[in-house]
């Protein structure tokens, strides 16, 4: 599903990450490794919002020759997303919604099922960090997707919300055929997923465990 | 007082100045590039001698300052920064101290001028106009200081941005090319004042100029050229807004026109008030279509400008001599009578050429 080929990406001429050669298939996998080891870098460069050297192609999507196809196939939710305070967390999920082709329905099934369509006419800015959190999750299953990337997804959210990720993802995957990359440096939270292969991110390269 | 200063000093002083520095540089461009030192001089003699005028430049600086202060509150607001309040921990004194310190190295660009003004106040015997300038300055950083003050009082960002324009956009879904206009009305509305009251003061001397001489429609394009020149703080501002705020836009499935398109619907939009400007100043021999060819070269140069910003590691100083180079270049061809049209066309296509080898390689460098 995804290849990974001469990937290097490195700050100033400082080397974060290296992979020579990586299959991804598909299910769900967890990528594991301690902070700033660097799965945070991964997941953004295999969204595209990193530039990096290499290849990286999802089946035969090539990340720079078929930019508009491998992003419609590839959503990502952010670790610590930063939004503008002043605008409306519908103004920004409707605006990812439209690029993702999302269908209103499945905008107001998802707002609805992680409780975003209560808060999110109201600007950004009077958020909690897990509401915030929210709504960088809710963004990143619009669409119609084949990769899914969720940094750290459990990280400030609530109990229930827990819940109701864990069921997407099941649900995304059995359903759609939809395959995850969920990151987390903590050891115990996806027991309650299939996850098919773990890979550790550390001293700047990805292994499979 | 000192560990208390240093942190306002990493997190506030040094941010504004980075921040800052192309706004900076235009205004020192603009006020000591065209003119000599004994022209300055006249002009600050004008300006100590009469009440009108010295009370215009105090309008000015007190603009100013309120830009500095939007920058520091907001800087305030951010989460990021909420470690600041705890300097609600240090003495009352102290801490007054130092946010008069750090209202003092904000509005430097304005009291170093204001020093240079009491200089020749003083050869000229003007007390008066000294003593003014001098409760002026005081003013300016003690207010600001009891902003700040207020503010690290009172921790609470919500009650900060209720603002009316802001009540009034939030009623209305926000479409993504509008996204960057409510930035700059939301967190720099100084900077959007100014910079729209120097184009459009601009455009209206250059259209008030025009018929006092035999001049012809490549005067109106050099107006062209400034008006972009001064859009350049809003092409940094826009990149650093992107960068912060909107990095997952580039996971997102547009092509590379409907991007294009956001990025000229926004500058056009920004533009507006120099359109309304030059209609109603329009001299007589100039027709409306000249100003239409005329918006479309601002409109080009402002385009070009802001994909430059996708280039990597290039510094502040090699990007300002590039920027100055390029005016220089811009006038001699308009001198030169190169046609406008031509000129923003090949400035939309090196945009463009620029945009698609760089955009998606583009990394924020702090």
Redesign the interface.
């Known amino acids: 599903m995804l290849t990974i080929k001469n990937f290097l990406k490195s ?1 100033n001429n400082h080397k974060i990450l290296a992979v020579d050669e990586l299959e991804i298939p598909e299910g769900i996998h967890w990528i594991k490794g301690i902070n700033g080891s660097g799965k945070s870098t991964l997941f ?1 460069s295999i ?5 990096f050297e290499g290849q990286i192609k999802l089946n035969e999507l090539d990340i ?1 020759k078929d ?6 196939l ?3 939710s ?1 670790a610590e ?8 967390g ?2 920004l999920v ?3 919604a439209d ?3 999302s269908s209103g329905e499945q905008l107001t099934l998802l707002a609805d099922s992680l409780g975003v369509s209560q808060y999110w006419k109201s ?1 950004i ?2 958020y909690s960090s897990g509401m915030q959190k929210k709504i960088s999750l809710l ?1 990143a299953f619009l669409g119609n997707p084949k990769l899914i990337m969720l940094d750290e997804p459990l990280i400030t959210i609530d109990d229930r919300t827990v819940e109701v990720v864990y069921g997407l993802v099941k649900s995304y995957h059995e359903n759609h055929g939809v395959s995850f990359l969920l990151s987390s440096h903590q050891d115990f939270r996806f027991e309650k997923l299939a996850v098919k292969n773990i890979y550790t991110v550390q001293n700047q390269a990805v292994t499979k465990q | 007082m000192k560990s208390l200063f240093k942190i306002f000093n990493l997190t506030i002083i040094r941010e504004y100045y980075r921040q800052n520095a192309v706004f900076i540089f235009a205004i020192m461009m603009f006020a000591f590039g065209f003119l000599q030192a004994s022209e300055h001089i006249a002009i600050i003699k004008q300006i100590l001698r009469s009440q009108s005028l010295i009370l215009l430049l105090f309008i000015v600086w007190v603009l100013h300052a309120l830009k500095v202060v939007l920058f520091t509150l907001r800087l305030l607001e951010s989460k990021s920064n909420e470690f600041l309040y705890h300097a609600r921990l240090f003495p009352s004194l102290k801490r007054f101290f130092a946010l008069c310190l750090l209202q003092f190295s904000l509005i430097q660009l304005t009291f170093l001028y204001s020093l240079a003004m009491i200089k020749i106040g003083v050869e000229e015997n003007l007390w008066g106009a000294i003593v003014a300038i001098i409760i002026c300055n005081i003013f300016l950083i003690v207010a600001g200081a009891v902003v700040y003050e207020y503010r690290l009082q009172r921790p609470n960002s919500e009650r900060v941005t209720n603002k009316p324009i802001e009540r009034l956009f939030a009623k209305f879904q926000t479409p993504a090319y509008l996204f960057f206009i409510r930035y700059l009305f939301a967190k720099q509305p100084v900077l959007l004042l100014l910079t729209k009251l120097f184009t459009c003061m601009v455009l209206i001397g250059v259209c008030n100029l025009y018929p006092t001489d035999e001049y012809d429609e490549r005067l109106l394009s050099l107006g062209g050229i400034l008006v972009a020149a001064g859009h350049t703080v809003f092409c940094q501002q826009y990149y650093y807004f992107e960068t912060k705020y909107l990095s997952f836009t580039k996971n997102l499935p547009f092509t590379n026109l409907q991007r294009l398109w956001r990025y000229g619907l926004a500058y056009f939009l920004l533009l507006l008030p120099e359109i309304i400007v030059l209609v109603r100043n329009l001299p007589d021999g100039v027709s409306y279509g000249f100003i239409l060819l005329l918006i479309i070269f601002s409109l080009s140069l402002i385009f070009l400008n802001h994909h430059v910003q996708y280039i990597n590691n290039v510094s502040d100083d090699a990007f300002m001599q590039r920027l100055f180079f390029s005016g220089i270049l811009f006038l001699l061809l308009i001198m030169f009578k190169i046609p406008i049209i031509l000129l923003a066309i090949i400035n939309f296509s090196l945009a463009i050429f620029v945009f698609r080898k760089h955009y998606l390689l583009s990394e924020f460098n702090t």
């Open positions: 700050y953004r969204a595209g919002i990193l530039p720079r930019a508009v196809q491998y992003r419609l590839v959503n990502m952010e997303p930063l939004y503008p305070d002043y605008l409306s519908y103004d409707k605006f990812v690029a993702k082709k600007p800015g009077t963004t």
